[in-house]
């Protein structure tokens, strides 16, 4: 999917609002073209990479790179990579980062959704020495308040490149929703 830049850092620029050769992609991925005054939208989905990259790099891929980190041969019209063409970085570029932290947590799966039976299967993923980590799991609704929380303390991480499988959790949801989890990692070394 393409991210498009924020138009405001690019008005008065010949290419303002200019769309991509590669727009239809929207379609294809998300089920419609996003217009230019959707472009944090476009953005944000284009910033879901993160879980493709987490997955690969749960699988043991060493990297993840679509296209090129910024511009590319067809200037301002090609809105694929992490960097917009004046040097700005999309949110894409953020969560892939974050995706590549030496210590990672998140499921074990790469789903958006979850329906009422299913559990949350917490892994983390070490890149380095060995040490000693807490995680806590946040889960909170879209108006920020925390709904649950689960914490995994003194966890021994091997060395390495290694994945720690951790304990099942349902979290406790009083209603349907939309929910973010949040994992934070406490490095106890």
Same mark, same amino acid.
């Given at each position: 999917?393409?991210? $498009? ?11 303002? !609002?200019? $769309? ?11 089920? =419609? ?20 990259? !987490?997955?690969? =790099?749960?699988? /043991?891929?060493? /990297? ?19 960097? @917009? %063409? +004046?040097?700005?970085?999309? +949110? ?5 980062? #974050? ?11 790469? @789903? #958006?959704? %979850? /329906?009422?039976? &299913? ?6 993923? *070490? ?13 909170? *609704?879209? &108006? ?6 689960? !914490? %995994? $303390?003194?966890?021994? +991480?091997?060395?390495? =490149? ?5 304990? @099942?959790? =349902?979290?406790? +949801? ?12 406490? *490095? *106890? &070394?």
């Amino acid at each position: 999917i393409i991210g $498009q830049p924020n138009w405001s850092l690019a008005k008065g620029k010949p290419w303002y !609002r200019l $769309q991509s050769y590669e727009w239809d992609y929207d379609e294809g991925s998300i089920g =419609r073209k996003l217009q230019t005054d959707e472009w944090l939208e476009s953005q944000a989905w284009h910033a879901l990479s993160y879980e493709a990259i !987490r997955k690969m =790099r749960w699988m /043991g891929f060493d /990297g993840y790179m679509w296209c090129c980190l910024h511009g590319g041969t067809f200037s301002s019209t090609y809105k694929k990579p992490l960097i @917009d %063409y +004046l040097g700005h970085a999309k +949110l894409a570029f953020h969560t892939y980062k #974050m995706a590549l932290q030496d210590v990672l947590a998140g499921t074990d799966n790469v @789903d #958006m959704v %979850y /329906g009422p039976g &299913d559990v949350v299967s917490p892994i983390i993923m *070490n890149q380095g020495p060995k040490k000693t980590v807490d995680i806590k799991v946040t889960v909170k *609704n879209m &108006d920020m308040k925390v709904v649950d929380t689960k !914490r %995994y $303390q003194d966890l021994t +991480l091997k060395g390495g =490149r290694t994945v720690t499988e951790l304990e @099942d959790f =349902r979290p406790e +949801l009083s209603e349907e929703g939309s929910y973010a989890f949040e994992y934070t990692i406490i *490095n *106890n &070394d």
